[in-house]
């Protein structure tokens, strides 16, 4: 059968409340990111992207920071809801733009 | 919608009994991807075509191969299946580089 995964990093937060979900990546020539939310038996969904030539950008209740001085990516979701309940992953990539690394996934658990 | 889509979304089958699993898309993007994505862990880049052009990851074992007859169908086929190759397999699509992939809803592979 399938072989054991790791346990995932889980994030458990007060509905209402913001959410911080981190992502450290080790590939400095990296120049565009994703985050991707992934509920339960579902494929990844995309949440919001960036490119290297910007620190922050905002979407609905979304917002991610980039920090490529300590190649450090963050998803910030304003007023979690109990829909946010997935499991959410960053993702980049560099050179020819096609092939997504993908970091290990961090769990969110929306308590109500 | 436009939307990718991936059959059968359950797929059992027997240890060294080829597989094929089948990934079509209405979006009309160029590019595809085939993810593998083991329990609590992140998508794993199989292979991918740039239009007609295959590109295989370097640690994808021999046993995955891929066919793209047109833009719009990718087949995953795995020769002979083993116990360690039970996961959930994405199938993705981009328009070029640099931009979000769409991904599937995944075909779950169960090897008895």
């Known amino acids: 059968g399938e072989s054991v995964g790791l346990h995932l990093p889980t994030l458990s937060v007060q509905e209402g409340d913001n959410s911080i979900i981190n992502c450290a990546y080790s590939?400095?020539?990296?120049?565009?990111f994703i985050w991707y939310k992934q509920e339960s038996g579902k494929g990844p969904q995309f949440i919001i992207d960036i490119r290297s030539n910007m620190d922050k950008r905002q979407g609905q209740r979304v917002t991610v920071l980039l920090n490529k001085t300590v190649k450090h990516l963050s998803l910030q979701i304003a007023a979690t809801q109990p829909g946010d309940s997935a499991v959410y992953f960053c993702a980049e990539t560099s050179g020819a733009g096609n092939m997504l690394t993908f970091g290990g996934g961090t769990r969110l658990m929306v308590k109500p | 919608d436009a939307m990718v889509i991936q059959n059968p979304r359950y797929q059992v089958t027997q240890f060294g009994k080829p597989v094929t699993l089948s990934c079509s898309q209405t979006?009309?993007?160029?590019?595809m991807y085939w993810y593998q994505q083991k329990s609590s862990q992140a998508p794993k880049l199989l292979f991918h075509?740039?239009?007609?052009?295959?590109?295989n990851e370097a640690d994808t074992p021999d046993n995955f191969q891929s066919r793209r007859p047109n833009t719009s169908f990718c087949f995953l086929d795995i020769r002979s299946p083993g116990l360690g190759d039970a996961a959930m397999y994405l199938c993705?699509?981009?328009?070029?580089?640099?931009?979000?992939?769409?991904f599937g809803p995944g075909t779950r592979l169960t090897v008895l």
């Open positions: 993705a699509t981009s328009r070029g580089s640099y931009n979000e992939q769409f």
């Open positions: 979006l009309n993007h160029n590019v």
């Open positions: 075509y740039y239009d007609k052009d295959f590109n």
């Open positions: 590939n400095s020539a990296s120049d565009y």
